[in-house]
Every structure is written in structure tokens, then in C-alpha cells.
């Protein structure tokens, strides 16, 4: 973990609610896709995590939902402004275990942190699957920027207004060797249902510290609670315990 301060570079929409913001500073403390920051906001107590969608030592990228207040107040920010950010944080994915061909599945503001894992996998010289899940057909984003990478991409949305109809277990392929999944918790539990191999879930959490230290975004697994900012956000398949 690291603290610094950046400067934001741009902060466009992406769609009537998301955002994509970039900041310039020191990042070299991020070092594996799916680990996230956590930024520092004028006059609220609580830094706000969000996940990174893509890095370099002297930039960071994110995508976030416009949904609180928080969230908000980074939407009207402009370039130029300055915001004081802890870099670093998390475990992100383990590109190991991926074999030769692995899929991707995110759904709405989960899908960001799967962009720098699919950039670094295809480098690696893995095929890359990747499934977006959406509401609607307005709400997509980043398409496109999967398959610049090369990447075999699939769009599903709930109401069939473009791609396919449904949800991300409906475009399941029948072959893959491993899968790395992000999104909202009904998603993940229907991923972890019907996925045939072994695989790593990143979860979305409301968080205290985001370093570990307040304990307040712990869940259950196979050896006991873990913390998702720290432990996490990136769990396997094996060690999840789901409450009912």
C-alpha cells in the first residue's frame, strides 16, 4: 500500500451513470489486476474504493458508478484537480492458474478490473473469453475496449435489448480452463453455480480502512473470516462459503 496524491487527467461518461476518470501520480504500488484504490474526498470521512481498470507507473484508470455521494462529488471533479489516493490494495488475481484458455465474467461495475487481467492474460499468450453482463443495451460499456485487446467477447443484457438475452450464465461456453468473475453478489452466486472448473470470484464490499485494519468487511470462507480488503477482494472458488 501506498499513499500519494494525483492529479486527475480526465473524468468522462461512459454512460448516463458511469464514469471513467484518470489520474496521474505514482502507481507503481499496484501489481496484479483486481487490486483497487481508495480515494480520499473533501469533507467525508470514509475514502471510497474503487476498483482499477488499468495502470501504468505514473497513471491509474478507474470506472466507477455514480450511486452515493461520494460518487457524485468525483463525477463533477475536473482535470487538474488533486486527490489523495492509497494505491495498491487488495491481492487482485492469480494469473497463474488461468491455463491456456480463460474466461472473464463481469457484470456492470464489475467488469472494469477485468480489463488490465484479459490485457495482461493475452500478453501472456492466453485465448481470452470474456462475457459482459448488463441491464439494458444503455448501460453497456467498454465492448469495445475488450476486443481491441484481442479478446473473444460476449454481451449479454437482462431485457435482450442487444446481444444475448439474459443473464452471463446464459453465454457460459462449454470449454474453459479457468474463470475470474467480478460483479454483484447474486451474479457471482449464479456463477459459482453453474461453472465447471475451478476459479476466482472478486467481490464488491462496503469497506471502513480498506487496509485491513477495521475489520468491517469480513465474510465466512472454508478457514474461517477473512477481510475482503486485505484477504481479498479476490477469493477462490474452493474457500467460499456463502450465507444463506
Not at 39 to 62: A, E, H, K, M
Not at 80 to 93: A, I
Not at 147 to 168: P, Q
Not at 187 to 208: N, P
Request: aromatic content about 10%; hydrophobic content about 40%.
Amino acid at each position: 500500500m501506498k499513499k500519494g496524491i494525483f492529479e486527475i487527467k480526465e473524468n468522462i461518461k461512459l454512460t448516463d451513470s458511469v464514469m471513467k476518470m484518470t489520474l496521474c501520480g505514482d502507481a507503481a504500488a499496484i501489481t496484479a489486476p483486481g487490486q483497487f484504490i481508495n480515494i480520499q474526498l473533501d469533507d467525508l470521512f470514509l475514502r471510497r474504493p474503487i476498483s482499477v481498470y488499468d495502470c501504468g507507473d505514473n497513471f491509474v484508470t478507474i470506472i466507477y458508478k455514480v450511486v452515493g455521494h461520494g460518487t457524485e462529488k468525483m463525477s463533477k471533479m475536473t482535470a487538474g484537480e488533486k486527490l489523495d489516493v492509497l494505491t495498491g490494495l487488495g491481492n487482485g488475481y492469480d494469473l497463474s492458474l488461468s491455463g491456456d484458455a480463460p474466461l472473464l465474467i463481469g457484470g456492470g461495475v464489475g467488469v472494469p478490473p477485468l480489463y488490465m487481467l484479459a490485457k495482461k492474460l493475452i500478453k501472456n499468450g492466453r485465448k481470452v473469453s470474456v462475457i459482459l453482463g448488463f441491464n439494458t443495451k444503455d448501460e453497456i460499456f467498454c465492448e469495445d475496449d475488450f476486443k481491441a485487446l484481442g479478446a473473444d467477447v460476449t454481451v449479454t443484457t437482462v431485457d435482450g435489448s442487444y446481444g444475448v438475452k439474459g443473464f452471463v450464465t446464459n453465454a457460459l461456453p462449454e470449454n474453459y480452463t479457468h474463470f475470474f468473475c467480478c460483479g454483484p453478489e447474486p451474479m457471482l452466486k449464479a456463477v459459482y453455480k453453474f461453472t465447471k472448473t475451478s476459479g476466482q470470484f472478486s467481490f464488491e464490499e462496503r469497506m471502513g480502512c480498506g487496509f485491513g485494519a477495521c475489520m468491517g468487511c469480513s465474510c465466512k470462507t472454508i478457514t474461517g473470516y477473512k477481510r475482503i480488503c486485505k484477504d481479498g477482494p479476490v477469493m477462490m472458488k474452493e474457500e467460499i462459503l456463502w450465507e444463506a
